[in-house]
């Protein structure tokens, strides 16, 4: 099977930088993709991973480890409109199909 | 670009009725299309596969009697919740991958709510 962890809930406040954890287990491991939901919405695709290292976008980070079976979104200079909640998502190769984490629900306070 | 949108957003149906979702790629061609469900506070799960011209692939645990999956061309997938009740009452959200794009991008369209009474 596959599973993949990461924190139910974070709070932190404006301008400060939260860090969310994924960790998972799964075969065919292709990459690493977080994805953005605003409560009633859509996701929305944040970033992705396939190699090991930190990809940078704008106030958004992430990053992966291949070895570690470990990444983790870096969230800067907090606004409000950052509450949401964060999925990180396996990509395995065969059909290309996303397993979702059970997420991340970020309350960011003034 | 990549717009995929979803009709209808929201649905009301009584117990045993039969609803249908579509699911259109607005600005590109799409030759799998993905059927997910979420339930409140929950994370999404993927239903199935919907590729082109050929039967879609479902999940374990997914009926393929219950919900059908039609993927006539490549910007239109449906999804019929067959028998409807209100256990299957959730959010049901499709993505679309785009042609030929890499693995890594799927584009979610902004989902549909049904209530099953």
């Known amino acids: 099977g596959q599973s993949l962890e990461q924190p139910s809930e974070v709070t932190a406040v404006e301008g400060a930088i939260v860090q969310i954890n994924c960790t998972y287990q799964?075969?065919?491991?292709?990459?690493l993709s977080w994805y953005q939901q605003h409560d009633g919405g859509a996701p929305t695709f944040l970033s992705y991973?396939?190699?090991?290292g930190l990809e940078e976008t704008g106030r958004f980070s992430s990053f992966l480890s291949r070895s570690d079976s470990y990444g983790y979104l870096l969230l800067q200079e907090l606004q409000m409109k950052d509450s949401a909640s964060y999925f990180c998502?396996?990509?395995?190769?065969?059909?290309?199909?996303?397993?979702f984490g059970g997420g991340t629900r970020v309350l960011v306070k003034p | 670009g990549a717009v995929v949108s979803q009709h209808p957003s929201w649905v009301i149906c009584k117990s045993g009725t039969s609803v249908k979702i579509e699911c259109r790629s607005l600005?590109?061609?799409?030759?799998?299309m993905f059927w997910y469900r979420q339930f409140p506070k929950q994370s999404l799960m993927l239903m199935a596969t919907?590729?082109?011209?050929?039967?879609?692939?479902?999940e374990q645990g997914v009926e393929k009697d219950k919900f059908l999956i039609n993927h006539a061309s490549l910007t239109l997938s449906t999804l019929t919740v067959t028998s409807a009740h209100p256990e299957d009452s959730s959010f049901y959200i499709c993505?679309?991958?785009?042609?030929?794009?890499?693995?890594?991008?799927?584009?979610f369209g902004p989902g549909t709510r049904l209530t099953v009474l």
């Open positions: 993505s679309a991958k785009m042609v030929p794009k890499a693995a890594d991008t799927q584009y």
């Open positions: 799964t075969s065919g491991f292709y990459g």
């Open positions: 991973n396939a190699l090991d």
């Open positions: 998502a396996v990509i395995k190769a065969a059909g290309n199909k996303l397993t």
């Open positions: 600005d590109f061609q799409a030759t799998t």
């Open positions: 919907s590729n082109e011209g050929s039967k879609a692939t479902y």
